[in-house]
């Protein structure tokens, strides 16, 4: 059975190391390299015998970042899919990683087995999302199926999940949309009923899987 490659991205050493030895032990994966950050990332692969299926990112790295790095990636290497392995838990963070196109995010103190489950699923489905509320909502919608969904939702919701989509706070959004936080309150808690999600990441979530907004892919 071959083996899926997997580059580790990530500026503290003795963690990229020891995620390498656990990865090496999962069934069907191998590590090919470890680099340091992004622009290292770019000469591992231009010298790599095998460019990887799965990128194990960091955010927080020296010299080119994660949000650089994932932004080359889109360009460059598309084929190539992203899970991000971050100490930070910010909703707007996640966010903005997953509207570039990253395929998971997980925090770097989770259980092996939830990592070993990530890459399978991100091999087999092509996505690996934590929040458990937006299962149902992850498939593919067709033109048809789009525009009947898009009836569901006024101009000004639609307005608001595109700014939803952002790293923009409630604040901001009700400034830019003119209104005062209470009715922004309001907006976001008619859909999260009508989405039966319970968080700005679901939210998102479906705005992206849904195609109402663009990712990085």
Not at 59 to 79: A, C, D, R, V, Y
Not at 148 to 164: D, I, P, V, Y
């Amino acid at each position: 059975m071959k083996n899926h490659v997997v580059g580790v991205v990530d500026d503290h050493v003795l963690f990229a190391q020891s995620l390498q030895g656990l990865i090496n032990s999962f069934n069907g994966f191998e590590v090919a390299f470890m680099a340091r950050n992004g622009n290292d990332l770019i000469n591992k692969l231009s010298t790599c015998d095998k460019e990887p299926d799965i990128l194990l990112l960091d955010i927080n790295m020296p010299i080119m970042n994660g949000f650089e790095t994932i932004s080359w990636l889109n360009e460059h290497k598309p084929e190539i899919k992203t899970i991000t392995l971050s100490m930070d838990d910010d909703e707007e963070t996640i966010i903005k990683m997953l509207k570039a196109g990253s395929k998971g995010y997980l925090l770097k103190d989770i259980h092996p087995e939830t990592l070993n489950l990530a890459l399978n699923q991100v091999i087999e489905r092509g996505h690996y999302y934590t929040d458990n509320v937006t299962t149902a909502l992850l498939k593919g919608v067709s033109k048809k199926e789009q525009d009947t969904l898009l009836e569901n939702f006024s101009s000004r919701e639609l307005e608001f999940m595109e700014l939803a989509c952002s790293d923009k706070t409630y604040k901001e959004i009700a400034s830019e949309m003119c209104l005062s936080p209470k009715t922004i309150d309001n907006y976001r808690d008619t859909l999260f009923k009508k989405l039966e999600v319970r968080s700005r990441i679901g939210l998102v979530l479906y705005a992206l899987k849904n195609k109402i907004v663009s990712n990085g892919n």
